[in-house]
């Protein structure tokens, strides 16, 4: 069930999509993966972080591409199905959906980490029960619907991000001021050598993630051949930055050892650097923990909003039980979607560690990014006119790919034993039930397309009425800010 982008209001210019790459991009995950970067490489790190914006980059082109092609939503599933057809639709989609439901559950571990060094001494089944919490107050709020609480999301967008502008500016103050001490903590600058470099590029990546949420509203910005490969370089450029900054931070505040084996690096960095010019530890933690609370909690809402949003358009078109496209009567919310995701971040949580989930996350999404880059290659072969106007395209289309590969198979054996295993069993669930599903979507849209023409020839003696009733509302309406204003 494709949504026409083309009725939709081109609203959004330059500085928004800009913002808004920017802001699916930054999130909570580099609260925790900076440990995981110290784990593998030590100071090395910082090369990683370079690459994974690289890679990061290269394949958000793809996204581009297709999205300045193709504005409907479904992101991958939708791309692939238009490029390929119904089957290759499908293994897109199951891969991005497998990928984004299995990282439900790093909301939750995150949120638990900062709470307990916000609040240390807090037993174990307090920090259990405030993930819960979690879970239950954001699949609610995804239940009642987004629009009353747009305000909200707009100042926890905010809200997140000064936390981490305030621990860069912190931290290169700290590396001026105390530059021996700095330096130190960057000696030797591969402690562990090279080997875990495809290792670490895996977490690291997943701190990039979130760009395909991004392009989503193609059919909503101006200019949408220009301004989605000028957004998106921008936005990539600077989230880059940005992340560059705070790995940097956190290499010269501490020791590699200690980010390494700490659940809550940059409240650590932060601890270490108020304390090296005199301040109290403590409350550099507390103020670093705060902000990935409110982080975490930010980014889960919209994440939370995605996956359920994708798996009513998989469910619509058939390719996921029926159950999936069914909307709340009230809300008209898709709360078959909810309360699974719900409960997958509930289990997950309970049974999974932080680095085990990225990993198998990164794997699916791989296999969802080399299905879009390949689309892209084909719809710009279909629709030259409508390719991006960059010199190299076809080869960064073709990096982008190879870029994908590169990430899924840089994940453990085990994980990618158990990835493959699952995108088996989508495609014979596919081959047994898909059928019966897509039967069913049809005969739902085929339903509501009745009911649409049956009321156009049984009543379209209201039309004219109803439109003549619009303008007069419009027109009080504006009367009434007119002397509101005067």
Not at 99 to 114: D, K
Not at 131 to 137: H, Q
Not at 161 to 180: E, M, N, S, T
Not at 280 to 304: D, H, K, N, Q, W
Request: proline share 5%; aromatic share 10%.
């Amino acid at each position: 069930m494709a949504t026409d982008g083309a009725r939709l209001r081109p609203d959004l210019g330059r500085v928004d999509f800009t913002l808004l790459v920017i802001g699916a991009v930054v999130g909570a995950d580099v609260y925790v993966v900076a440990a995981m970067g110290a784990g593998f490489l030590g100071p090395a790190q910082l090369v990683a972080w370079v690459a994974a914006g690289v890679l990061a980059a290269l394949i958000a082109l793809t996204f581009v591409q297709c999205a300045a092609i193709d504005s409907n939503v479904g992101g991958s599933y939708t791309y692939a199905r238009a490029a390929f057809g119904p089957l290759a639709g499908f293994l897109a989609g199951w891969a991005l959906y497998a990928g984004e439901w299995v990282a439900l559950p790093i909301f939750p571990l995150a949120f638990g980490n900062y709470l307990e060094r916000l609040a240390p001494g807090l037993p174990h089944p307090a920090v259990v029960l405030a993930e819960v919490a979690l879970i239950a107050a954001v699949t609610g709020s995804n239940f009642a619907g987004v629009r009353k609480g747009a305000r909200v999301n707009d100042l926890l967008t905010v809200a997140k991000l000064v936390p981490l502008a305030l621990l860069i500016a912190l931290g290169l103050a700290f590396a001026f001021f105390r530059h021996g001490q700095a330096t130190g903590h960057l000696h030797p600058f591969a402690p562990l050598g090279w080997g875990g470099f495809g290792s670490a590029i895996v977490p690291i990546f997943w701190a990039y993630a979130g760009f395909e949420l991004a392009v989503l509203p193609a059919a909503e910005v101006r200019s949408p051949e220009r301004t989605l490969p000028q957004g998106l370089i921008v936005g990539m450029v600077i989230a880059t930055i940005f992340y560059l900054l705070t790995a940097f931070t956190v290499v010269v505040a501490i020791p590699w050892q200690e980010a390494a084996s700490s659940s809550s690096p940059l409240a650590a960095a932060m601890s270490a650097i108020f304390e090296g010019f005199g301040g109290s530890g403590r409350a550099g933690a507390a103020i670093m923990s705060v902000g990935a609370l409110i982080s975490i909690v930010g980014v889960y809402e919209a994440f939370t909003l995605g996956v359920a949003r994708l798996s009513f358009a998989l469910g619509a078109d058939g390719l996921f039980p029926p159950a999936f496209a069914r909307v709340h009567p009230k809300y008209g919310t898709p709360y078959v979607g909810l309360a699974f995701q719900a409960a997958a971040a509930l289990l997950g949580a309970t049974l999974f560690d932080l680095r085990g989930l990225i990993t198998i996350a990164v794997f699916f999404l791989g296999i969802a990014y080399l299905a879009t880059a390949l689309a892209a290659l084909r719809l710009v072969t279909r629709n030259p006119d409508r390719a991006l106007r960059l010199p190299g395209l076809r080869a960064a289309l073709v990096l982008a790919g190879a870029s994908a590969v590169y990430l899924a198979s840089q994940a453990p054996h085990r994980q990618i034993a158990i990835g493959t295993g699952v995108m088996l069993l989508g495609l014979v669930v596919y081959m047994l039930r898909g059928a019966q599903w897509r039967r069913i979507a049809e005969e739902l849209h085929t339903g509501e397309r009745a009911a649409v023409r049956w009321t156009e020839h049984h009543y379209h003696w209201l039309q004219a009425p109803a439109r003549r009733l619009r303008r007069a509302v419009w027109h009080a309406r504006s009367a009434g800010r007119s002397r509101h204003d005067a």
